[in-house]
């Protein structure tokens, strides 16, 4: 497909367990974003990644969540030690950065519950 | 910092006009959005506005600016059905980098 996929779309794990969720961007694109979407809650950007520059892990929560980028393109967002407040849609996009203007591609998104 | 508001609910009835109001924080910020997210999909953009203008219209959305009082709406005519979603708000400057959305507000179309 075309799009930017997620996978999995849904994961339920344990407190305390590792979880590692993966983003396909749109081919070409050299910019990619993961959000958190809490139930009623916007947006929380988590980290950004743009071409070979030092990501933004600005909105990283702590130090259990952590992100790589392979080759420009997959990106894993990793969460170690999971806890209940980790619960929530984890959102994926992607861009091409052309001039100013931005339109960020979004996948589906990763449901994830811990118990 | 920078920071987002809506209304977090909105009903209307089918065939009237739907207005979602946004309010930002960030007077630096060079592009506002309104992104469309429907039930268990990712957001999609409906469409952007250049913080030089301050109408922006585009079949049935039209977006206004106020950068004065870094106001922005959506308004959406004839609103059916299908237009029930949450409407995210967001602005970006410094080439997008910097992407701040609000919570969104959630649009509920009765017939």
């Known amino acids: 497909g075309a799009g930017v996929s997620q996978s999995p779309s849904n994961k339920v794990t344990e407190k305390g367990k590792d979880v590692e969720l993966r983003c396909d961007p749109i081919s070409g694109h050299t910019a990619l974003y993961w959000y958190r979407q809490s139930l009623g809650q916007g947006l929380e950007f988590l980290i950004y990644f743009q071409g070979n520059s030092a990501p933004d892990k600005s909105g990283l929560p702590s130090d259990r969540f952590s992100a790589e980028r392979t080759g420009g393109s997959v990106s894993t967002l990793t969460i170690q030690r999971t806890q209940q407040e980790d619960s929530a849609v984890y959102l994926c996009?992607?861009?091409?950065?052309?001039?100013?203007?931005?339109?960020?591609?979004f996948g589906p998104g990763t449901r994830l519950t811990v118990l | 910092g920078e920071d987002v508001e809506q209304s977090l609910f909105l009903s209307v009835r089918e065939g009237d006009s739907s207005v979602i109001n946004c309010t930002y924080t960030?007077?630096?910020?060079?592009?506002l959005y309104w992104y469309k997210q429907e039930p268990g999909a990712g957001l999609q953009l409906l469409t952007y506005i250049f913080s030089n203008m301050d109408m922006k219209q585009d079949q049935r959305l039209t977006v206004l600016l106020n950068k004065k009082d870094k106001h922005l709406s959506l308004r959406i005519a004839d609103t059916q059905t299908g237009d029930s979603a949450i409407y995210f708000c967001?602005?970006?400057?410094?080439?997008?980098?910097?992407?701040?959305f609000g919570p969104g507000t959630r649009l509920s179309v009765l017939p």
């Open positions: 960030d007077s630096s910020s060079t592009y």
């Open positions: 967001a602005e970006s400057h410094n080439y997008g980098q910097n992407f701040v």
């Open positions: 996009a992607s861009s091409i950065l052309a001039g100013g203007y931005n339109e960020q591609f």
